[in-house]
């Protein structure tokens, strides 16, 4: 409140007061007066205590946004130290299907090409390493099809009614890396 709204305030109590006593005298008027003039001092401690409350609001909003961004930054650095190895990872998912693919021609009845022990022993620790840094294949065969986990490749008639809307083949695996998609599904789906 400024000076001069204070002394308004008083003045207006002082006409209030006089109106319900007619009998004010002169000594009464004089000590109004010098109610209403405010020392300098207490305008200038007035004054304080305003940038007081201001630096003192400034310094909390300061304090909490501050506060938010440390918590912002940890949360970031958290992410990026989980998904560190994602490049790696993307960069091996095709090896890991060139593996699947000769392991399944390999198993193939009809072939006469062989998966000796040592490339199995070699595939099967690449998978486990994989796994353990956080990689995981997503089934995907029998499902039902989902826009955001499969990418559909074609769509064909559905071999039984059980298979309608679901998926029927998967031409690429997908995979996550500790719960984030890294590679969608791609899949042949039922219709």
Same mark, same amino acid.
């Given at each position: 409140?400024?000076?001069? !709204?204070?002394?308004? =305030?008083? $003045?207006? @109590?002082?006409?209030? #007061? /006089? ?9 009464? !008027?004089?000590?109004? @007066? ?10 200038? /401690?007035?004054?304080?205590?305003? #940038? ?11 304090? $909490?946004?501050?506060? =938010? ?11 990026? /130290? ?14 890991? !299907? ?9 198993? !193939?009845?009809?072939?006469? #090409? &062989? ?8 595939? =099967? ?12 294949? /997503?089934?995907? =065969?029998?499902?039902?099809?989902? %826009? @955001? ?6 769509? &064909? %008639? ?8 679901? +998926?029927?083949?998967? +031409? ?9 998609? +890294? ?9």
């Amino acid at each position: 409140m400024s000076k001069k !709204d204070v002394k308004e =305030n008083l $003045a207006e @109590e002082h006409q209030e #007061e /006089m109106v319900d006593q007619p009998d004010n005298t002169v000594e009464e !008027d004089t000590s109004a @007066e010098e109610a209403l003039e405010i020392s300098p001092e207490q305008e200038a /401690m007035e004054k304080l205590r305003q #940038e007081h409350g201001e630096l003192k609001d400034k310094y909390l909003r300061l304090f $909490a946004e501050f506060e =938010n961004y440390k918590k912002r930054t940890f949360k970031e650095k958290l992410e990026l /130290m989980k998904t560190a190895a994602q490049d790696t990872m993307s960069a091996l998912l095709p090896v890991l !299907d060139d593996f699947d693919r000769a392991k399944k021609n390999a198993e !193939d009845q009809s072939t006469e #090409e &062989i998966f000796s022990e040592g490339v199995n022993l070699v595939y =099967n620790k690449l998978y486990s390493v994989l796994k353990n840094k956080g990689l995981e294949a /997503m089934e995907s =065969n029998g499902e039902v099809f989902d %826009p @955001e986990l499969h990418e559909a490749i074609t769509e &064909i %008639p559905a071999p039984t009614s059980e298979l309608k809307g679901k +998926i029927v083949d998967t +031409i690429e695996k997908g995979y996550t890396l500790k719960d984030k998609i +890294i590679r969608h599904a791609k899949v042949v789906t039922g219709k």
